[in-house]
């Protein structure tokens, strides 16, 4: 059934009013429905009522009044609940019966802004003392960035390219306290960091979320302090998943990371980028830009590395990752062309083989020549990768995020790989530490 919409005038309030079926409970419109109603009523707090995907349908939502009642928005104005009458604000010839779901809420377009501001600000009050700007002191001169509070012991979490090098660090909070900090771990590969503040004061710890679980499209909020601009927010959204950054050990790259186009500047590094819940998903890290200034492609470390490396940061000082000992790239449909290789196979070429690695010692096979397709030269002879322990491998970065989050050093994996030739064969690799 399709989702009627329709613009009405009346004498006291402008109005969206909405007709949806069970099949149309994901539609952007019944989402903003969902979230004003949400804010108009004090099922907010309940988790599973604000999560649109496991919510019930829009017509028998939390916020739908069983006996012609109403809900009062900011405004003071009535929201229309009523699961029994049908008035003149439905728009279409549908009968109501048994079958039907009752008819849909309505709101002002003020108050769905406001159900959404709402959201924005609640997140950043609730989060803002759990947030710290960082000044750094080095040989050099002075730097600054951003971080939050990680547990109840005083630690707080930052990127490790903020504090590279500090003699002195002092971290401060939104209500004038200012304390101390060491440095009590650092991790470029990740380019993560774990600080304690130097205080006898109770913090605050921020709420932690699942980044596997952000997807594009997603509420993304970045708090932070921007060209020294102290706990600014920006507000945007997950623009892509699975991206790989450049770490700061060169020749290593972090992978999983979020890519957003909430702004993102000089100063951000290492503040929160929150979702919806208040949960942080990502550090932000990186900015791709010519002029150091935002250009609404942002990267965040995904908090689920950052799980994985801050308990052996507060242990060790450091965390060690495994090492397979190759480089290479995703297939291309020239290299699967090439490599005589069904169209379409996805995979994970690889190109170089590290002299005394893991991989050379397994048998791993780099490029042996270069030859042309379609005119283009393409480097062929190489394994391709196309699995990792019954994982279905589809790109460098699948490789990459499996060995970062799955394997340690001494582990043995098995490979899948497709010869050049195209023979189909296993290796087991034992699993060195990266350099």
Same mark, same amino acid.
């Given at each position: 059934m399709p989702l009627n919409m329709n613009f009405m005038n009346t004498t006291s309030t402008r109005t969206i009013s909405t007709l949806t079926s069970r099949k149309v409970m994901m539609g952007w419109i019944s989402a903003l429905v969902l979230v004003a109603a949400l804010a108009c009523s004090s099922a907010v707090d309940d988790d599973s009522a604000v999560d649109v995907a496991s919510s019930a349908p829009v017509g028998t939502s939390s916020a739908t009044a069983q006996d012609n009642s109403s809900v009062q928005g900011d405004s003071g104005q009535a929201i229309s609940a009523s699961a029994t009458e049908v008035g003149d604000e439905i728009m279409g010839d549908v009968p109501v019966n048994a079958d039907e779901p009752p008819p849909a809420e309505t709101f002002t377009a003020d108050q769905v802004v406001a159900a959404f501001e709402s959201i924005i600000s609640g997140v950043f009050q609730d989060s803002l003392e759990s947030v710290v700007e960082i000044s750094v002191s080095t040989a050099a001169g002075g730097a600054s960035g951003s971080g939050f509070v990680w547990d109840d012991q005083n630690h707080i979490v930052t990127n490790q390219h903020v504090i590279a090098d500090a003699q002195r660090v002092e971290v401060s909070f939104s209500d004038g306290r200012s304390y101390e900090a060491v440095v009590i771990g650092e991790d470029a590969d990740a380019d993560v960091a774990v600080l304690e503040a130097i205080t006898d004061d109770v913090l605050v710890p921020i709420k932690l979320g699942d980044s596997d679980t952000a997807v594009p499209g997603q509420l993304a909020i970045a708090i932070g302090n921007p060209f020294g601009e102290e706990f600014t927010l920006t507000q945007g959204i997950v623009s892509a998943v699975g991206r790989s950054i450049r770490s700061g050990n060169q020749g290593f790259t972090t992978p999983d990371v979020i890519q957003t186009d909430a702004a993102i500047n000089p100063g951000n590094s290492g503040g929160p980028l929150l979702n919806r819940h208040g949960e942080v998903i990502g550090i932000n890290a990186q900015i791709r830009s010519d002029s150091r200034q935002n250009s609404g492609v942002g990267f965040a470390v995904p908090i689920n590395i950052a799980k994985l490396v801050v308990p052996d940061l507060l242990e060790n000082g450091e965390y060690v990752y495994s090492w397979l000992g190759v480089s290479g790239h995703d297939v291309s449909r020239l290299l699967a062309e090439a490599l005589d290789l069904p169209d379409g196979t996805p995979g994970a070429y690889i190109s170089d083989v590290i002299d005394g690695g893991p991989a050379q010692d397994a048998g791993l096979e780099e490029?042996?020549?270069?030859?042309?397709? *379609?005119?283009? %030269?393409?480097?062929?002879?190489? $394994?391709?990768?196309?699995?990792? *322990?019954?994982? %279905?491998?589809?790109?460098?970065? $699948?490789?990459?995020?499996y060995l970062t989050n799955n394997t340690r050093p001494g582990d043995v994996v098995t490979l899948e790989i497709i010869e050049d030739g195209g023979k189909a064969v296993e290796k087991e690799v034992e699993l060195g530490v990266r350099p």
């Open positions: 490029t042996t020549r270069t030859i042309r397709v *379609d005119s283009q %030269p393409v480097d062929v002879g190489g $394994d391709t990768v196309v699995g990792i *322990d019954g994982s %279905p491998i589809r790109s460098m970065a $699948d490789l990459i995020s």
